[in-house]
């Protein structure tokens, strides 16, 4: 059982219904299902951008999940949904968090938690799940950063900064970061994170450094940079935020990255260096790079790697970690250009037929059953194994707009009209070109519809991508020589 607090008022829910259609304009016109309680204060109730109103097969949320909800609610000048959403989380953080004997950090924030309603006593009670109740008792990394970067997405969007500057709201936001910046045995800026740690969210091979975590851990700095208030110790709080930002963005745009440049670099690593002049500073093995990363790169192209440890690369494509990277312009311009030039090169691979890829390639035979531990859920071309998101479309979408090439969001928008409302909404599609809607696809899932209405939405009108893009940092110091970064 997971922690408890009682609530008042309603709070956003993750929801499947049983019918819904596309309005002359292409946005959802209507989604009903065939629960006895209607949930329509916030969250993904009645609103103008459905024109409905709608019930609820079940009361429970992941705070991921509710982004893209969130977001659409910002653009159709709904704050208050947000905002309500943004305390009622805060809220759930002073909560102890104990798994087993263990008592997590302060500053967790919940994954995901549920609402339920007594009907007696006329209130709604939350239970939080901090990972005791998740797939493998992990705990969520991503939420708090979420958390922030939603934070500074409802004060961009209106303007009001009253929220942000709450006690509770700064106090929340240090707690979260705290966790981050602390002192320990790190050797380098990025955080040392478990399998199964983020919206990849069972055991994928993801442990160490994920390219997703870093991404929203920049971002969320960046973020947190613009709302957190010089005061007290505020000042001092900043100053580490700076000093991570710099080592961060050195760190990833440098180990991180693979072009056709760097891959050759890495074919002709030497081993066994010692002392501050390695070039291969991690010791990784050339042998140890996969077949398939040479014929899937192209000479034209880009993109950050899924993580960088001690002999070890991943040289798998992640999604959420390079958009976001985009977004926060923790990759350079050039590098934006880059990894959009991989997407129109790779587009049957990485995009195919229902967008988007969640990761690439997919594991299977003896690694999957290495790796994922015979998962069934995570087999080839499924779920987070090389499954296909619909979700991730906003992203793509922010990402594009940010990148100067809205076509290719526009191009994967289209074909996503072909099918997604026909197929009632589903959760994740499976295959290499994501043809079949997913073996264990939950249908009419919010995050399908509302991914889809902010990509349309910051299509029509740019300006929404202000929210949650982050221009660069002209204060952030130029990019360093890999040889000159270990010159004392």
């Known amino acids: 059982m997971g922690s408890v607090k009682e609530i008042d008022g309603v709070l956003p829910v993750q929801t499947r219904g049983d019918h819904c259609s596309f309005g002359s304009d292409g946005r959802l016109t209507e989604l009903q299902s065939g629960s006895s309680k209607t949930l329509s204060k916030i969250g993904v109730g009645s609103n103008e951008i459905t024109a409905c109103r709608r019930t609820f097969v079940c009361a429970h949320v992941f705070v991921r999940d509710f982004v893209p909800s969130a977001l659409a609610f910002l653009m159709n000048g709904e704050p208050e949904i947000v905002k309500n959403f943004l305390l009622k989380t805060l809220r759930l953080q002073s909560i102890e968090k104990r798994i087993d004997c263990f008592t997590l950090g302060e500053g967790v924030m919940p994954a995901s938690f549920k609402v339920l309603h007594d009907p007696v006593r006329k209130t709604d009670t939350m239970i939080a799940d901090f990972g005791e109740s998740a797939i493998g008792r992990v705990a969520p990394v991503d939420s708090g950063f979420w958390w922030i970067i939603l934070l500074r997405a409802y004060t961009k969007s209106t303007g009001d900064h009253t929220l942000a500057d709450m006690p509770d709201c700064q106090r929340g936001m240090r707690l979260i970061l705290t966790l981050c910046l602390a002192d320990g045995f790190d050797t380098f800026p990025t955080l040392l994170c478990a399998d199964g740690c983020c919206m990849v969210d069972r055991r994928m091979g993801i442990y160490g450094y994920p390219i997703e975590i870093q991404s929203l851990f920049f971002m969320a700095l960046r973020s947190a940079k613009s709302l957190i208030k010089a005061e007290g110790d505020g000042k001092e709080f900043l100053e580490r935020i700076d000093k991570r930002l710099h080592a961060l963005s050195f760190h990833i745009r440098e180990y991180f990255w693979l072009d056709h440049q760097q891959l050759n670099n890495i074919y002709r690593f030497k081993t066994e260096e010692y002392s501050h002049t390695a070039v291969n500073k991690f010791n990784v093995i050339p042998d140890s790079i996969p077949d398939w990363i040479f014929d899937f790169l192209p000479l034209k192209g880009g993109f950050f790697i899924g993580n960088v440890s001690p002999a070890r690369m991943d040289f ?84 594009c707009i940010k990148a100067g090439r809205p076509q290719i969001a526009r191009r994967a928008i289209e074909q996503v009209e072909t099918r997604l409302a026909k197929d009632g909404w589903p959760e994740y599609y499976d295959g290499k070109l994501g043809r079949y809607v997913g073996k264990q696809a939950r249908k009419f899932q919010t995050w399908s519809i509302a991914g889809y209405l902010v990509a349309k939405m910051m299509l029509e009108d740019p300006s929404h991508l202000g929210m949650i893009g982050l221009e660069e940092d002209k204060k952030m110091k130029p990019s360093l020589t890999r040889s000159a970064s270990w010159t004392a």
């Open 316 to 399: 798998r494509w992640f999604a959420i970690g390079n958009f976001m990277a985009i977004l926060s312009s923790l990759a350079t311009s050039e590098q934006a250009s880059a990894i959009m030039d991989l997407l129109e090169a790779r587009w049957t691979e990485l995009v195919g037929d229902m967008p988007l890829k969640v990761s690439y390639p997919a594991m299977e035979g003896h690694e999957w059953r290495i790796v994922t531990g015979c998962d069934p859920k995570n087999t080839r071309w499924s779920y987070h194994n090389a499954g296909s998101w619909p979700v991730i479309l906003w992203m793509l979408t922010a990402a």
